[in-house]
């Protein structure tokens, strides 16, 4: 462990949000030390958005969250809390040391010295604290290495058996090698290569591997993420065929580009990975990461619906024949997913115009024209849809008038 000079980076830490007003309202920590510890002092160091602000205490943390009262809340097995403060959310652990009784095995903690706490990480660039209150209160340890590591812009693990003992580490640093541009140190990229070949990651849980490719999936750019899950070769080792090719990067850059703010990203990126993967295990595979149900079902009909959906819009000319070609329940996700795959004009027009297009009549305005519950109801009220879509049916007595008359003779 290191020590390096930083007189300002304490000022910085106490600076982002909800940091201050924590150690305020805990008052002296005794002779505990409060660090800001992991991602949050490397981007600090970097310049960088500070995303999650993760503090470990030395020393129980049950006391600590005492004093913050009911704004704090206890989690799990590992002695972690977050803090609601200020608006913002701040997480606390314990510092701790593990023990893996297993390779892929959740670990066995025990109470640790900061230091200690430091060395239980994924890569040294992310085993850096600096310390807010308590002993050594401004210094900054890091990890031997650490400070060199993050010079240089690359990723380290802080020992041999570290994708052993945790394997999504694999994940994490496919994560990590996207979102800081950062270089794999040549060592650590012959031990990934290694874990990999042994199937380290079958010694983790599918739900554990299923979630760390959904956090890949919400990164600033996620395609930039699953391009080098790729180059580690981490896809085939999940499943034959899965992955992004480097033809699928270009597809999900573009479907991603069409995909409104509501849209989830990870919808996309789960269809096209499953793409190369035989279909009869798709849904298998979906089961194995443990995915949402909602995730699961929409995935599934996305990788099955969008080659015929695009074939669909590329033919359709009036608005009608392009929302036809999406379907009555279609989902962003697919129509932006068909747009990438060759029809990005009608694709668009769907998401931003078409699917927000609402009859000002329903069915209840029919049953009361006499026209009964059944197949005739439904057709009137597409047939109106249609005729609203292409401007033949603007008012609420066009369309009134419209689903009438075809109702009347599906009846």
């Known amino acids: 462990m290191e020590i390096f000079p930083e007189p300002e980076l304490r000022a910085r830490a106490l600076a982002l949000p909800g940091v201050a007003g924590l150690l305020d309202r805990l008052g002296d920590p005794g002779s505990d030390r409060i660090a800001l510890v992991g991602g949050a002092v490397r981007d600090l160091l970097l310049g960088e958005r500070v995303f999650d602000v993760d503090l470990a205490v030395e020393g129980p943390v049950e006391p600590v969250l005492a004093r913050l009262g009911a704004s704090a809340r206890l989690h799990g097995r590992f002695g972690t809390a977050s803090v609601q403060i200020d608006g913002a959310v701040v997480d606390l652990a314990r510092t701790r040391r593990e023990r893996y009784a297993r390779p892929g095995a959740l670990p066995d903690v025990e109470p640790a010295s900061l230091e200690e706490d430091l060395a239980r990480r994924d890569f040294t660039v992310n085993a850096m604290a600096v310390v807010l209150r308590g002993v ?9 290495d650490a400070r060199q590591d993050l010079e240089a812009r690359r990723l380290r693990v802080l020992h041999p058996g570290s994708f052993s003992d945790d394997p999504t580490r694999l994940l994490r640093l496919a994560r990590y ?5 950062f270089d794999v140190e040549p060592g650590t990229r012959e ?15 599918g739900a554990r591997v299923g979630n760390e490719l959904r956090l890949l999936s919400a990164e600033d750019d996620p395609v930039a993420g699953w391009q080098a899950l790729g180059e580690l070769g981490l896809g085939a080792a999940i499943e034959a065929g899965f992955g992004l090719s480097p033809g699928d990067l270009d597809v999900a850059r573009r479907a991603l580009a069409l995909l409104p703010a509501e849209g989830r990203s990870d919808v996309i990126l789960l269809a096209l990975a499953l793409h190369g993967v035989a279909a009869e295990r798709r849904a298998e595979l979906m089961d194995r990461l443990a995915m949402p149900a909602r995730l699961r079902d929409d995935v599934l009909a996305v990788v099955l619906r969008a080659p015929s959906v695009a074939e669909d819009l590329r033919r359709a000319d009036r608005p009608s024949e392009i929302a036809g070609a999406a379907g009555p329940k279609a989902i962003p996700e697919l129509v932006a997913l068909a747009g990438a795959l060759g029809a990005e004009e009608p694709a668009r027009e769907w998401l931003d115009r078409l699917r927000q297009v ?3 009549i329903d069915g209840d305005d029919l049953r009361a024209a006499g026209v009964r519950p059944g197949p005739a109801l439904g057709a009137g009220l597409a047939a109106a849809r249609a005729a609203l ?4 049916a603007i008012t609420r007595e066009d369309q009134l008038a419209e689903a009438l008359r075809v109702a009347q003779d599906a009846g």
């Open 136 to 144: 050594g209160e401004g210094e900054l340890f890091g990890a031997a």
């Open 191 to 205: 031990l990934a290569e290694d874990a990999i070949a042994g199937s380290a990651l079958g010694t983790v849980s």
């Open 177 to 181: 090698r996207a979102r800081l541009g």
């Open 358 to 360: 609402r009859l000002a």
């Open 389 to 392: 879509l292409d401007g033949r």
